[in-house]
């Protein structure tokens, strides 16, 4: 195929590129980056450019006004080269160096746009940069190690390079049996980057990093591909550790037993099979996963790198380490890039770990005037109150069930998940993901069922089904159960909520509620001081915030200051993929961060204790809910 | 034996010693650093101080001076304790932390007063520091790691802590069984300090440095003691490579056909040998011995590191790195502590080594006013111009003559080598070193023996010797050789220096002469705009300038500003050892060096037959000769 060269103003870049490359490709491989967020779609409008002289295809667009097209410009993303091309590119287009583009953290700073901080800048963990070196003579006779590095700190500015040994032995053949034309990979690894690999051609555009959040029942794999900054796939699975325990003490128990190696087993053949799926559906090459960056809880991370758990569980609970360094990710049996790295988010405490570090950073709690509350809702729930002045973090047991997990019908959030229930015309109606016949609920569908059941007087404020209610309702053994879907009437299976789900769910709500409650009296703060109050969770949907103050997982505030923000742990942790600066940010927030232990506190027990009713035993506390809603018998 | 506080005022550091320690060794534990020089031998009379109260032993000193005594000044190292003690030491006693005493470096720096740049800081590359952590509680709850570099980086300033995923392993148990109290050994690795191991006990005074002057004909190795920064004791041997050929080129020649492996092993052989002499003699353990810092020549350095060399022998000279990483020592073969470092020294080019950039930061020549040479004869001489603004290095291909090798009876440097050669009473007079019958000849005896046999006329301008001239001549074959001691008269054995041997001294001498010249004429210099010259070698014994010049290794300039330096490779190593900005200047000075390619240039060959008499075919170039000397017929 003819290959054409591509000049980009004012940046005077430079690329050469085959015919029918896009020109937003084009960009990329030149490393300009774009502020487009649709990661080439068309639907953006974003990567407007101008064709100052050269031949293109172009595709139509309506995203561009009549005068924008009057004016030359084009979607770079709808553009195509047929041969040696002039670009200009307009400065509202470039994003500059200082810029993360993702979609999922797009769509998420629409969500909080109080945040005013510049966007981190754009320096990825991990990085691939083809350089064509000079080739040597009596004149220029550095050696080849010092040769690459010249040449990538003029391509990068990086200063602060190491090259192994390893890579420098097969240096000078390599070197010149590619005559002098190579990429290298490149990882930052704390206070100096490291000269990866070194592979042939040019590689610069395949560059992958998988954004791991290793929760104890979840565990989920985000795909980003670094030169776009966008997530190309996700998929999650249950952690197969599940086996020995649904609890973290469970697991740590189980480890002093079994060895932490059987663990760490588990977790990492989860990895890999969800890194596997993601690969073989997009065609992207192992070997072009350069990284892989985990947050999780503290034993979480302790089981992913075979670290002694044992004093996690026992007073005063001290973890082996907080902030591990990045290492290759193959030592721990990982399956990318054999010299891949794998880093770790920093965690703050024994219980309040990694996932809170990077939903801090997600949420921008750490930046911000006034102060605000981000409640992560995993197995353990994790809370953090504060402003750019102070944090405090505490955790709260929860177990399983807002993730679905501990709960006869619960699943992930996947194709066949019940994710809404509400009441149309007076009858239950139920959404389902993918619009299939249902097989289970994930935890948004869990807590608007009980809301529903609540209201219509199905489940009593203790939770309890009541007699003669609704006809859905079935008793076996004097236990009750709610059929919501049938096989019979075309569900996949007969989907229900158990009273042992419903008790799952209010010793979960409760013990995050205390714990809230807690934190707040030891501050003198009331739930009226929370400015913006955050749910981050892997409940599966969007969940409905009104149902979730209905049952008392959330307090009583207006909606407004309420925002659900989904899974903030892999957000934060895909901001330090793409940021340097941003990894280094966690571990400020990491230090800065005061970790209260509340499971030896006096008052725990009683506010639990108040909070195991719909919504609490204290219904002042809810006031919104007594107003407006009907009176439950 | 009892233990006994002492307090050091103003510092306010204390240390518990037991009886009989002397006030240096106390205050070196407490890491204070005190301007000694002789390393507690009581000759240097720098460590004064004053003992406020307790009760002390104290040795005789006539260092003291009456008000001194009468001032209660003691000598640190000739006092020791006998109970608790409050100390104070006087500000000129404190080294502060900006100095680094070594014997060798001190006795180096008295020879060339002008150097005025403030020493490097006490930083060594490796050392080892006793914690005491505090025990965990629930509001004392870090993690072990963080804990532990917590701790470090308040005791030694340091932040760029890592500390990998082995130790962190073994932590949590390792901290409990000792309660919480440890020694850490760090090392500088590039950008950051690496927590290398973790010891039980305070081992903080064992610390050991092995110094490496890795030379194409002999090795030489310096056993330094961290806490003093003393060096303990030194050993030589000669390169075994040698079976693979004396000359650099050979080397290279023979590991393409053997491998790089070959000659690495032989290499890691020699370092192990000399280390384990060290250990032996001195009673320290290697676990003790933290690093090892080399210097040598470019190939050197590549066979130690398993570095691919071809390309160094074949145009454009191209090595594989100038500057490797420090990485474990283990992994190369050397026996040292498990985890310890195994540093190079970097290299300026293919064919100027890490002993140059040694020999430039000894001898400060980077950072002089006017200019300055500084000639290091190894098998390959080695020679550096300039000045704090510019430096021009180049090579000469010497051959080992000078320093003993490829000499008939050659030797290193020690017990029963000829050192010394000189006429008295008009007889030919020697020195032999440990004043023991002689069984051959270091390199300063070989040229005072060719000057002197010069000056007698038993050699003609040639260097050939002249029949009827001596009785001491003997021909065999028509080859004439000089014995200077018989086994009949009670050498160890006939010690003679023959025809070949005098060639080869001229040949070596010839070509550092000529590259002296070339280098000179290239940037419009000559001789006497050199305001110092350093020779730098090892000839073994300090040799005399003046036989130097007769011989016309040495161009004709006042003595005055010559200066033999020995072993500037090892001098500059050791000051990168004990401390990192040195190493770190190493780096500076390598990309500051410009390395002309002699080899190639049209009139070396001239200059090198101009040069191959005695001292050179032009006489007029060594003016101070022919005024002087008795014309040779």
Known sequence: MASHTVIFSPLNKAVVVPTGTSLLE?????????????????????????????????GASL???????????VLACQTFVEGDLAVEIPEHTLAGERVVVDEDAQRFRALHPGITRKPYARSPLTQRVFLELPTPTLDSNVADAERVMEMITRRTGITTLQIGLRIVRRLPDFLRTHEFAVTATLGRRGTFTEVMDLDEGDLSARNYIAV????????????????????????????????????????????????????????????????????????????DITAVVCA?????????????????????????????????????????????????????????????????????????????MLIDVGTNGEIVLGNKDWLVACSASTGPALEGGSVA?????????IEKVGVADG?????????????????????????????????????????????????????????IARKAEGAVKDVFLTQD????????KAAIFAATKIMLDRLNLDFSGISELFLAGGFGSYIDRRNAIKIGLLPDLPLSRIKYVGNTSIWGAKLAALSSEAFEELHEIRKKTTYYDLLGSDDYVNQFRQAMFLPHTNIELFPSLTESQPTVE
């Open 296 to 372: 999780g809880n503290t034993a979480m991370l302790h089981f992913l790198l075979g670290l002694p758990v044992h004093n996690i569980r026992r007073k005063p609970y001290i973890a082996a380490s907080f902030a591990p360094l990045p290492f290759r990710a193959a030592e721990m049996g990982l399956r990318i890039n054999p010299r891949g790295l794998l880093y770790c988010v920093p965690a703050i405490g024994s219980w309040v770990g990694a996932d809170l570090t990077a939903g801090i950073l997600a949420t921008g709690l750490h930046e911000r005037e006034d102060v605000a």
């Open 212 to 287: 791991v959040d290793v929760g104890t029942t979840t565990v989920v794999v985000h795909l980003v591909k670094v030169v776009t900054m966008a997530t190309v796939d996700a998929q999650a699975c249950f952690n197969s550790q599940a086996v020995y325990g649904r609890e973290v003490t469970a697991r740590i128990m189980a480890s002093e037993k079994k060895g932490v190696a059987t663990l760490q087993e588990q977790i990492i053949g989860d990895i890999n099979r969800l890194i596997e799926t993601l690969v073989a559906r997009n065609n992207v090459h192992l070997k």
């Open 427 to 483: 009858r239950l109606q139920y959404k389902v993901i993918g619009d299939v016949p249902p097989k289970g609920f994930c935890g948004s569908g869990i807590i608007d069922l009980i809301a529903v059941l609540l209201d219509r007087g199905v489940i009593d404020r203790a939770g309890r089904f009541v007699e003669g209610r609704d006809p859905a309702v079935e008793f076996r053994q004097g236990r009750g159960r709610f059929v």
């Open 63 to 73: 995203l561009l006004t009549r005068e924008e097209i009057q004016g030359g410009l």
């Open 409 to 417: 019908c619960g699943m992930i959030a996947e194709k066949g998940a």
């Open 26 to 58: 084009a960009a990329g491989k030149a490393d300009i980056v774009i502020g487009s967020v649709c990661a080439g779609d068309g639907i953006c409008g974003r990567c407007k450019m101008v064709v100052k002289h050269g031949k293109v295809h172009n």
């Open 501 to 508: 789900d419903i008790e799952n769910v209010i010793t979960a």
